[in-house]
């Protein structure tokens, strides 16, 4: 992969009044990545954001997009990006067409340029029909849709998107994947933030999980799980009493990385599941445990959260739903 | 230049297509000044007001002045209602990730809230027309009567946007507006001339820029250059000062809100 960083953050702080929003940020954005901000509400992943689009000043640090400063190049930086708003930014009265014909004068486009653009996303996004009414008749679905073809209308090389599919329904999440994902394979590079583990898991490059203004860590979903030390196999005993005995047999044998006994057997990381599977199984015989109940899981990046900040991320999530 | 103009330009044809879909709001924008006040107020005091003290011929024409420039008080005030909106849904910040001049925004408004209210203006001098009130200065006194409209709108509508942004919740914004739109009419030579007034509300009605503006409208209607002049001179002179303050103190509340 093309590995030329588009964002630069550097030790970004910023705070609102006296309270701290982020704290001492650092990270980079590659050019052509998925770039994920992970963490529940109040993390500061929307404060993050705002900042690198110019909307915000960092109390104290710096912010490069593609090489350019975000508080002395403010005005080159909002040229060269796009942006979907976590709220439904749409002005009720405004028909969709009418948001992006806007839109394409402030960006300074030719009236033939604007139209030839607002005609691809309208399409792109499926709004064509609906283009000519009020916005106000429209969908939840539809709404983040205009918003996303607003985002796309200055052609920009990075887009971020804030919660892009919060409170939407199953199929325009599903859509909305699609078009990142669709955006990514054109060659942008896109920055997004969300709560839902699924959706970084599936569509982020890589991540960053942030909790109460600080990156708990960062890397790609499958690093981020291989870091917490192996997959893990679950054994359930027949016979309770006989939970020490294998503890104590398994710790010594090489294939396993941390043997923990549980209420009614055994946790054990191991780090491939080829070498560990069988040796376990043999010495469950050998010592005569019989074995009720055997699983074997990778890790899955609720596991990465919840050993990096202490909690679960499902505490804070709202569940609002919205029809299409 | 071009594209501070495109800006500019697409940022006002916004506002009037908001506008003019919001039907109601429309009707009731236009026709609420001159029905309310003009029509029931006028006629209503016809025969309470006294002559002597309103001296003009009967109280509609009395009044004429002082309706036209309380238009320019609500709608100068009202002007950053919309900007609170957008503020409010997420939509200026949509507008500030685009590469425009911040003051775009801004001066868009301006040229909305002026032009909107100067059609104002005139529909009710012409209702007045039909109750037989004929602007004695003519068509350059309804000039004149703009423009002064103008000068008065621009500090107003300022001081509405900086309001708009830094308040917190729009209920407060609403609350001030109430709180400063009453006060500013009746400590005003709008309904009653200053000589009619209880001494201490002529004294503080003296520091109202809205007495002024009414003070030098109200010849132009009345009676003629020769009485209106001295008083345009003065309120173009009270107005640029009053503008110079709105203008530096919202200034600093835009520059702060939009960086
Ligand atoms: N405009 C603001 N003024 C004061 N505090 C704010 C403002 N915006 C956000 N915060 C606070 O900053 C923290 C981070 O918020 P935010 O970045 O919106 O988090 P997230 O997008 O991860 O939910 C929260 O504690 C929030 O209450
Ligand atoms: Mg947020």
Redesign the interface.
């Known amino acids: 992969m093309d590995r030329a960083i588009a964002i630069q953050v550097s030790h970004l702080t910023k705070t609102y009044d006296k309270h701290t929003a982020v704290s001492d940020l650092s990270f980079e954005v590659y050019g052509g990545e998925i770039f994920g901000l992970l963490g529940p509400n109040g993390a500061g992943k929307s404060t993050t954001l705002?900042t690198i689009?110019?909307?915000l000043?960092p109390t104290s640090g710096t912010v490069s997009v593609l090489g350019h400063d975000t508080v002395r190049e403010?005005?080159l930086v909002?040229?060269l990006?796009g942006?979907v708003?976590?709220?439904?930014?749409?002005?009720r009265?405004?028909t969709g067409r009418?948001h992006l014909?806007?839109?394409g004068?402030?960006?300074?486009l030719s009236k033939a340029e604007a139209a030839k653009r607002i005609a691809e996303l309208l399409k792109l996004v499926e709004l064509e029909e609906a283009a000519d009414r009020?916005a106000k008749t429209y969908s939840g679905g539809m709404k983040r849709k205009l918003d996303i073809a607003?985002g796309l209308l200055?052609d920009p090389k990075i887009l971020f998107l804030d919660e892009p599919t919060l409170g939407l329904d199953v199929q325009s999440r599903l859509r909305i994947w699609e078009y990142v994902r669709m955006l990514k394979a054109r060659g942008m590079t896109i920055v997004m933030t969300t709560n839902y583990l699924d959706e970084a898991d599936q569509l982020c490059d890589r991540l960053a999980i942030i909790d109460g203004g600080k990156i708990k860590t960062l890397g790609s979903p499958t690093e981020l799980k291989i870091g917490l030390g192996g997959d893990i196999v679950s054994l359930t005993l027949k016979d309770p009493s006989k939970i020490a005995t294998l503890v104590a047999a398994l710790t010594k044998q090489p294939a396993m990385r941390a043997v923990k006994a549980t209420q009614t057997g055994l946790d054990i990381r191991v780090e491939s599941p080829e070498k560990a599977l069988p040796a376990i199984l043999e010495s469950a015989n050998r010592l005569d445990c019989q074995l009720e109940f055997i699983e074997y899981h990778r890790p899955r990046l609720d596991d990465v959260f919840i050993a990096h900040t202490g909690r679960s991320i499902k505490d804070d999530v709202p569940m609002e739903k919205e029809a299409v | 230049m071009k594209e501070y103009w495109q800006e500019i330009s697409a940022l006002t044809m916004r506002w009037v297509k908001r506008l003019s879909r919001e039907k109601f709001s429309m009707l009731f924008t236009l026709v609420q000044p001159m029905l309310f006040w003009l029509i029931f107020f006028g006629n209503l005091f016809q025969r309470a007001a006294d002559m002597q003290v309103t001296q003009a011929p009967d109280y509609i024409s009395f009044l004429t002045a002082g309706v036209v420039v309380m238009t320019v008080l609500n709608n100068g005030l009202a002007g950053g209602v919309d900007l609170l909106f957008d503020k409010e849904n997420g939509f200026l910040e949509r507008l500030m990730t685009t590469p425009i001049h911040r003051s775009s925004v801004i001066l868009s408004r301006f040229i909305f809230v002026m032009t909107i209210t100067s059609l104002q203006v005139l529909v009710i001098l012409g209702v007045a027309f039909l109750f037989g009130v004929q602007p004695a200065t003519g068509l350059l006194g309804i000039a004149t009567i703009l423009m002064i409209g103008m000068l008065f709108g621009v500090g107003l509508t300022a001081i509405s946007m900086a309001m708009a942004f830094s308040v917190k919740s729009h209920g407060d914004f609403f609350s001030v507006l109430g709180f400063l739109s009453l006060p500013a009419i009746f400590l005003s030579s709008a309904l009653v001339p200053l000589a009619g007034m209880p001494a201490w509300m002529g004294f503080l009605a003296r520091f109202n820029p809205m007495t002024w503006a009414i003070d030098a409208v109200r010849p132009l209607i009345l009676t003629g250059w020769t009485e209106a002049l001295p008083h345009v001179g003065m309120v173009v002179v009270v107005m640029v000062i009053f503008d110079a303050l709105c203008l530096y103190g919202s200034a600093k509340v835009f520059r702060r809100a939009m960086g």
């Open positions: 705002r689009i110019t909307l000043t403010a005005d909002r040229r990006i942006y708003p976590q709220e439904r930014a749409i002005d009265f405004l009418e014909e806007l839109l004068a402030l960006y300074h009020a607003c200055p």
